[in-house]
């Protein structure tokens, strides 16, 4: 955190975001854990309870940008301070855009709930849990200012990328399969790629601590392992 200010008042201030960042990140855990759930047991009161909680996070998001603006026109910070402000509401967008996610896969779990069970669906709440590690550590990190602990995720999101392609091509599979698998699978395609992009807002978050420790941007390029985009199946000609 940064060095201890003359007005008491500001040092309070500056906590206070980072506060509401922590507490964001808290929620998106907890929103992002109760979705895989939802998912896992079929159980549509809980995902509707995921989808109610997503206003709290935009609430919070509010406060932290109003007491931004707040700093930003009273304080005129300057070096680290203004590197806390900068980054903050940077996160604080990320973590808000994850719970937005969570809140799809939870929406898609209620239909696909409506749905027979298909064996495809067990492979998704392993991604989640992926996704939730990559969440929870880089959360860690920002609490703990720990810029090689950031990194450590922000490389970790290529196993996510590279379990959402693998997915990405199951799910393809099961439909030409079985055109009576499309209406589900088309469900988790949606799942899986909005707990992909989970892991894309979790290392922005990582690139924004970086900044924030060291004042400097991070200049390796983002590992990707999505290549879903250049996924060609082909039907089984043999099936019958």
Same mark, same amino acid.
């Given at each position: 955190m940064p060095a201890e200010h003359i007005v008491k008042s500001y040092d309070e201030e500056l906590t206070r975001l980072g506060n509401v960042i922590v507490e964001m990140g808290g929620l998106a855990e907890s929103q992002l854990s109760s979705a895989i759930d939802a998912v896992a047991k079929r159980d549509s009161t809980l995902a509707a309870s995921v989808v109610e909680a997503d206003a709290q996070v935009d609430e919070l998001q509010r406060e932290l940008d109003n007491l931004a603006i707040r700093l930003l026109a009273l304080r005129q910070p300057v070096a680290q301070d203004l590197r806390e402000i900068f980054a903050a509401t940077k996160i604080a967008a990320d973590l808000e855009r994850i719970c937005d996610y969570a809140a799809n896969v939870a929406k898609r779990s209620i239909a696909l709930a409506q749905t027979p069970p298909i064996q495809p669906v067990h492979a998704l709440p392993r991604m989640g849990t992926l996704a939730l590690a990559l969440?929870? $550590?880089?959360?860690?990190?920002?609490v703990e200012r720990n810029a090689d602990k950031a990194l450590e995720v922000w490389r970790r999101d290529e196993e996510l990328d590279e379990m959402y392609s693998s997915l990405f091509r199951e799910f393809l599979t099961y439909m030409m399969? $079985?055109?009576?698998?499309?209406?589900?699978?088309?469900?988790l395609?949606?799942?899986?790629?909005?707990?992909?992009?989970?892991? $894309?807002?979790a290392t922005n978050i990582a690139e924004d601590l970086y900044y924030l420790v060291h004042g400097t941007p991070l200049t390796e390029v983002r590992p990707k392992g999505d290549k879903s985009s250049l996924e060609v199946v082909a039907p089984d000609r043999t099936a019958r």
């Open positions: 969440v929870k $550590d880089v959360i860690d990190a920002y399969e $079985d055109p009576r698998n499309i209406g589900a699978c088309t469900h395609l949606f799942m899986a790629k909005n707990i992909e992009r989970i892991g $894309d807002h």
